[in-house]
């Protein structure tokens, strides 16, 4: 019995992170990696250019995904690595860049916490 | 459109009843004005039959037929105000494009307008001389005089070669003149109906007539004292020569009529108030029966109590409802029947007029309906509506799933290889020194705590269990 419970319980964890790699991931192919490359490269915020372009309906809505991620225990560093296994192409335009993925992981618990 | 000679000679050729249709065709004509003729033919007696059963000639018709066929009046075959001023044009010798542009100038204002007819013949370029031929052959058409303003360029070289010093400009020789308005208008030589004596004199025929009717809806002439006493001074001069002697009447009315009596000059008369008969007094009773009621006789009229209001029971029966009146001496006892079937039983509706009111039949009872029908296309319409909305979301719902399946099963097989996964590095695995089974724990037994193998059933401390 209990590891039928793990089993789900794991599988709507990866359900959730899953999701969430996915739809960054189409926005990233939305954007274009080039466009991508060249913001990261200027020093600019992918997260707040993002939140900037979100209806107050959109933000709300992001922000309760946010949050049903972090109850499940899935940490930013954990959706990134997701994100990277889905999408490789964006790994190398990161690579060396700690600060600035460090500063947009506080933004995006900046956001998750209603601050911005 | 073929005339109506022509549709009577075609009917006479034909022996048995021909259809409108097949008229019209063999006349290559339109259906409608074929079919309008013979209805003007019929109105004269000349065919006989309608669209259904055909058309035939009648006896008359043949006989109009001999003695030459039939003449339509000009309203009769649809000839317009514009078709007779065309045929003018047409008469007077223009061509057919050069008619049409100059009536379609005429009839871009008012066409009776002498004054604008020539006008719009002008801007059409019309030869002066037709123009004026034109306009006097339409005014003719019209009954119209020459107006003032025009008369220079109507009547022209006439009045200037024609008339005298002296002579009555309007006295022309020839008919050149109409009746308008019961007075003579000259329209042009030979252009008219009458000469001028004789339009002068219908003119006074006519107006000597109108004086003598009087004026509709006018009171009849009455007379008036003054008329009357000249009226009876006349009879009087009259009959003077014969009357010798004046006398004087009364007339009394008698039972048997009118008593005439001679008065005598200064003997009094004594008139007699006739005794009023007084007129017999008549009852009728609510039964129709009539009663001469004698003079003194006392009339009693009875209070008639009102009829007492109906009532009707409802009953349900397996045949459907049915209407009994109810008899007021009795009782009403309702049976209140289980329903069968497990349906409540369907009571019957009364059918309710736009007013409010309740129908009644041509028996003067309630009319009622049967609405279970009405009951049953309800409910049929809401579980169909149930069903649609169900099927929707049972389709939103699949899409939901079919966009999120892929997720789902890549979720499931790495939850399950994650579980998988663990047993081989959480779970530790003991191996008896004795019979070397290996075998798992549920947790990390304590120093002093005791193992036994599960098959040998050897007894191990915690302390060598772990430091093995």
């Not at chain 1, 192409?89 to 460090?102: A, C, F, S, T, V």
Request: charged share 30%; hydrophobic share 35%.
């Amino acid at each position: 019995m209990s590891m039928v419970r793990n089993i789900l319980q794991s599988t709507a964890r990866y359900f959730v992170l899953i999701k969430a790699a996915t739809d960054i991931v189409n926005k990233a192919k939305q954007i274009g990696i080039d466009d991508i490359r060249t913001l990261v490269d200027a020093g600019r915020s992918i997260t707040e250019i993002y939140l900037e372009s979100c209806t107050p309906d959109k933000k709300v809505q992001k922000r309760r995904e946010a949050s049903m991620l972090l109850e499940m225990g899935i940490t930013p560093e954990e959706l990134w690595e997701e994100v990277i296994r889905r999408l490789p192409e964006l790994e190398p335009i990161i690579k060396g860049k700690d600060d600035y993925i460090r500063a947009e992981m506080k933004k995006i618990e900046a956001f998750v916490k209603g601050e911005i | 459109m073929a005339s109506q000679n022509d549709v009577l000679i075609a009917l006479n050729t034909k022996e048995a009843a021909i259809s409108t249709e097949d008229l019209a065709t063999e006349l290559k004509a339109s259906r409608e004005g074929t079919r309008k003729q013979l209805t003007r033919l019929k109105d004269k007696g000349y065919v006989d039959g309608d669209s259904q059963e055909g058309w035939l000639i009648t006896e008359d018709g043949r006989k109009q037929l001999e003695r030459g066929g039939v003449g339509p009046s000009m309203m009769e075959e649809g000839v317009t105000p514009r078709d007779v001023f065309e045929g003018i044009g047409r008469r007077i010798g223009l061509t057919p494009d050069r008619i049409v542009l100059a009536t379609d100038i005429v009839w871009s204002g008012d066409y009776t307008d002498i004054k604008w007819v020539w006008e719009a013949l002008r801007q059409a370029v019309i030869r002066d001389d037709l123009a004026k031929l034109w306009v006097n052959s339409w005014r003719a058409h019209l009954k119209k005089g020459i107006p003032p303003e025009l008369e220079k360029e109507l009547v022209g070289a006439e009045e200037e070669h024609g008339v005298k010093a002296g002579a009555k400009p309007r006295v022309e020789e020839g008919r050149s003149y109409i009746l308008v308005d019961d007075l003579p208008a000259y329209v042009g030589k030979n252009l008219g109906d009458l000469t001028y004596e004789d339009a002068v004199d219908l003119a006074r025929i006519r107006a000597g007539r109108a004086a003598r009717q009087p004026a509709q809806g006018a009171p009849s002439q009455q007379l008036t004292a003054h008329d009357i006493i000249e009226i009876v001074n006349a009879v009087k001069d009259w009959t003077a020569g014969a009357a010798t002697q004046s006398k004087s009447y009364m007339v009394t009315q008698g039972e048997e009529g009118a008593i005439v009596q001679e008065v005598e000059p200064g003997k009094p008369m004594v008139l007699q108030q006739p005794a009023s008969k007084p007129g017999a007094t008549y009852l009728v009773k609510p039964d129709g029966s009539v009663k001469q009621m004698e003079p003194g006789e006392p009339i009693v009229v009875t209070q008639q109590a009102a009829a007492p209001t109906k009532t009707f029971i409802v009953k349900q029966t397996p045949e459907g409802a049915t209407v009994e009146e109810h008899d007021l001496s009795k009782p009403i006892i309702i049976n209140a029947l289980a329903p069968a079937s497990g349906m409540p039983p369907m009571y019957p509706f009364p059918a309710m007029g736009g007013d409010g009111k309740p129908i009644l039949g041509s028996d003067g009872k309630p009319v009622y309906v049967d609405i279970e029908p009405m009951l049953k296309w309800l409910g049929f319409q809401s579980e169909q509506k149930r069903a649609d909305e169900r099927h929707s979301a049972l389709m939103g719902l699949t899409q939901t799933i079919k966009e999120n399946l892929p997720i789902g099963i890549e979720a499931f097989q790495r939850a399950v290889g994650e579980v998988k996964k663990a047993p081989e590095s959480a779970v530790q695995q003991y191996e008896c020194g004795s019979c070397h089974t290996r075998f798992t724990l549920p947790r990390e037994p304590g120093e002093d705590e005791k193992v036994i193998c599960p098959k040998c059933g050897q007894e191990w401390t915690g302390k060598e269990v772990l430091g093995a």
